[in-house]
């Protein structure tokens, strides 16, 4: 297997590998050296500006560069880019639908010993929600690439959130492939349905050997692009199988389940059982024993397909 790597740092990597091709404009909210833009700042420096700790200001800069004709990420921790400027997302970004490309990193409860202050465990509930806004949710460092070349060649408001924590790396660069909005079925099932996002992911696949050595069959399906999520795929799935549990490092509540719910709710009844923080804040500690606090493990998620299963042969 690949070396581990955050999706924070693979964005900054991206920034500065696209940097060389596309004329953006990266802002900072005094967090560059964790948010990672650093990388961009250090090859296209007349192109950075670190708009200090001021998330609604350096939004609404965003906003105006925009309004000029430029294409602009604006870059903070997930918490403070999406609640601090919330207002500013909205109404300058969004509703005149610039191009503005919200870089939110330390997203989750893996941010870890940063405590509940600064995990995000609402940001994609919140974003999904706005009009013309795009969310992606990378799995891995390949797809974390990947996303930020699909802002910046789609027009438009995005929302892309990275993690703090390593990962493992999932896909391979050479052959993996992007489509925004389109779903990415990892391994067919007949038995139920693991969709999951972020982080999650590898736990979702981890899940699926689990539940394979108790002779149950899962399909697990990659969701990268939240909003707007492919409701064809999940569809498709949903009535092949009967039976769907959702994965992510996000409340259940609007987000990647509540999606998930809407889609099946209008197209595909069913049993539907959604594994993330179940409506609590987090607290301060290492990042795998509040995962593992919070059952976001791939014991969890197995364990939540069966009792899925038997719900819809009840």
Avoid at 24 to 46: R, W
Avoid at 49 to 69: C, K, P, R, S, Y
Avoid at 140 to 163: C, H, K, M, W
Wanted: aromatic letters at 6%; proline letters at 4%.
């Amino acid at each position: 297997m690949a070396e581990k790597k955050a999706t924070r740092e693979a964005y900054g990597e991206a920034l500065a590998e696209f940097g060389a091709k596309h004329n953006f404009v990266v802002l900072d909210a005094d967090l560059s050296k964790s948010t990672k833009t650093d990388s961009f700042k250090k090859v296209f420096p007349e192109r950075f500006f670190n708009m200090g700790i001021a998330e609604a200001n350096m939004v609404t800069t965003a906003a105006g560069l925009a309004a000029a004709g430029k294409t602009v990420f604006a870059s903070s921790f997930a918490v403070f880019a999406s609640g601090r400027a919330f207002e500013q997302i909205r109404n300058a970004v969004c509703y005149p639908k610039l191009n503005v490309k919200i870089g939110a990193t330390h997203a989750g409860i893996s941010v870890g010993e940063d405590g509940p202050t600064h995990q995000s465990i609402e940001d994609i509930a919140l974003m999904r929600a706005l009009p013309n806004m795009t969310v992606i949710s990378p799995a891995d460092a390949t797809e974390s690439r990947a996303a930020v070349q699909a802002a910046i060649e789609n027009a438009g408001p995005f929302y892309l959130r990275f993690g703090r924590l390593s990962v493992p790396q999932i896909f391979d660069p050479a052959t993996y492939k992007f489509e925004l909005g389109k779903g990415i079925v990892l391994s067919e099932g007949t038995d139920v349905t693991i969709i999951a996002t972020g982080l999650m992911v590898q736990e979702a696949i981890e899940a699926g050997k689990i539940l394979a050595e108790k002779g149950v069959s899962a399909e697990v399906i990659n969701i990268h692009t939240i909003k707007p999520i492919d409701a064809e795929l999940i569809t498709k799935s949903a009535k092949k199988t009967g039976a769907v549990v959702t994965a992510e490092e996000h409340t259940i509540i609007g987000g990647l389940g509540s999606a998930v719910a809407e889609v099946l709710s209008e197209n595909a009844p069913s049993p539907l059982t959604r594994v993330g923080i179940m409506d609590k804040f987090g607290k301060s500690g290492k990042p795998a024993p509040l995962l593992k606090m919070y059952g976001l493990t791939a014991e969890n998620i197995a364990e939540k397909a069966l009792e899925t299963i038997a719900k819809k042969n009840a």
